[in-house]
């Protein structure tokens, strides 16, 4: 069963569920791939970034939906967000999930550091 919570921004109203395990795994061994790739090739690097980034968004939006709701896809996370609710939604998830972004210093037993490019 997923942990689910709400978050509130600037009048509006989202559900955010926290990654699963595997998802925080997944995620954190995709954005490694990314920055390694991004060291040869920056643009792809990027890419792939965000690609990992809109699943992972898409992904904890759609968990915590009633049932019916129509589904994001991680294409349309650029159309349906502005940058400052991806942004805040995106550090959100990861804090719930128990990951802290790479430009905070410190983490705490049990907490591994993502990746905040959108």
Known sequence: MNRIKTIH???AEYRICSMTMA??????ADQAEA???????????LRLQ????YRIV??????AMEDGAKKI????VPKLLDLV????IHKEILEFSGLKLANESETKPGEAVASQTP
């Open 9 to 11: 921004l600037d009048g």
């Open 50 to 53: 965000k690609e990992n980034n």
């Open 85 to 88: 609710a991806f942004g805040a």
């Open 73 to 76: 896809e991680p294409a349309d």
């Open 35 to 45: 920055i390694r790739i991004g060291a040869a090739l920056p643009e792809d690097g």
């Open 23 to 28: 998802d925080a795994e997944q995620y954190l």
């Open 58 to 63: 898409a992904s904890c939006l759609n968990r």
